[in-house]
């Protein structure tokens, strides 16, 4: 800007130099004019014929105002050069307001750019957040659930064998207390003349429960099992048990009504042997039946189930 205006000044000085040297010239034919006159014509009327002929004050102000024309035009052409100037200086001006308005949009743009960005990135996170943590949530209330439901089944199971073992301890109690105080009576080689009632179903829980025994852990449902299998062999080699004192009994009222036959006394003689023999399976299996029930009842106490 400084270079630019130094170089406004620099026409500006030497039109003013022009102006004045113009001026002078002026001034000096003039005063030439003035000198010549006075000093070669002494007559008045020849000194006015001459300045009418010469027209020197015309020509004096001719020569002012034809330098003031050139003056005039040389500060219209100043005014001019400063417009133009002026108008390139607003164009760069203009130039510059509009570059920094697009680089202030640039800026601005780069910047909203960059803040829907972020905005975006925030709410992505933010959507995952709330999705891990409705997954935790569902996860929670599954695991909750899941849990509600182990405790049902958990619960289920041990009612289930609760009952079992309430009803094996009742079994055995009457048992113990009937019939199978009897059979500990009965030495080895004897045989059992006691009939065990076989018109009572002894094992409801069981077989109302058979088909949850699926449900319980392998070893407890094998147990089971296998009790009550041997609990229903137990029960079916006393029904034999019956079957052979019913078939002596007829044995013996033949030989009271037909004397001591050969016939009836060797039947006797081997229906005892193998009543002999049941009584010792039936002793057997009272024995294992006792034993396993005992070692279920180890196991549920291990487990707390009373």
């Known amino acids: 800007m400084e270079s630019e205006t130094h170089k406004m000044e620099a026409p500006r000085k030497s039109r003013f130099w022009i102006l004045v040297g113009l001026c002078v010239f002026a001034g000096l034919l003039w005063a030439a004019n003035w000198y010549f006159v006075v000093d070669h014509f002494h007559d008045d009327t020849k000194q006015g014929q001459f300045g009418d002929m010469f027209g020197a004050v015309n020509a004096l102000f001719t020569a002012l105002a034809f330098a003031g024309l050139i003056y005039t035009v040389l500060l219209q052409s100043d005014q001019l050069a400063l417009q133009q100037e002026e108008i390139i200086e607003s164009g760069k001006t203009q130039e510059k307001l509009v570059q920094r308005q697009i680089d202030a949009q640039d800026t601005l743009f780069e910047r909203q750019k ?41 619960s289920f199971k041990q009612n289930v064998l609760r009952s079992i073992r309430c009803e094996l301890q009742g079994l055995t109690e009457i048992y113990d207390q009937g019939i199978g105080a009897q059979l500990a009576k009965v030495a080895e080689g004897e045989t059992f003349h006691l009939r065990l009632a076989l018109t009572e179903d002894w094992f409801t829980v069981f077989t109302a429960n058979a088909n949850h025994l699926g449900r319980l852990d392998a070893d407890i449902s094998r147990r089971v099992v296998s009790i009550y299998l041997l609990l229903k062999k137990l029960v079916e080699e006393y029904r034999i048990n019956n079957d052979y004192l019913t078939r002596l009994e007829n044995i013996e009222l033949r030989l009271q009504l037909e004397g001591n036959s050969v016939y009836f006394l060797t039947a006797k003689k081997q229906l005892l042997g193998f009543m002999q023999f049941q009584a010792a399976n039936i002793k057997s299996f009272d024995k294992i039946l006792k034993s396993t029930v005992v070692e279920f009842f180890t196991l549920l106490d291990q487990q707390g189930i009373k």
């Not at 925030?122 to 997954?135: A, C, F, S, V, Y």
């Open 114 to 154: 960059t803040f829907q960005k972020e905005q975006r990135d925030l709410q992505i996170q933010h959507d995952l957040k709330m999705e891990q943590t409705r997954q935790d949530f569902e996860d929670i209330i599954e695991k909750r659930r899941k849990d509600r439901e182990q405790e049902r089944e958990n």
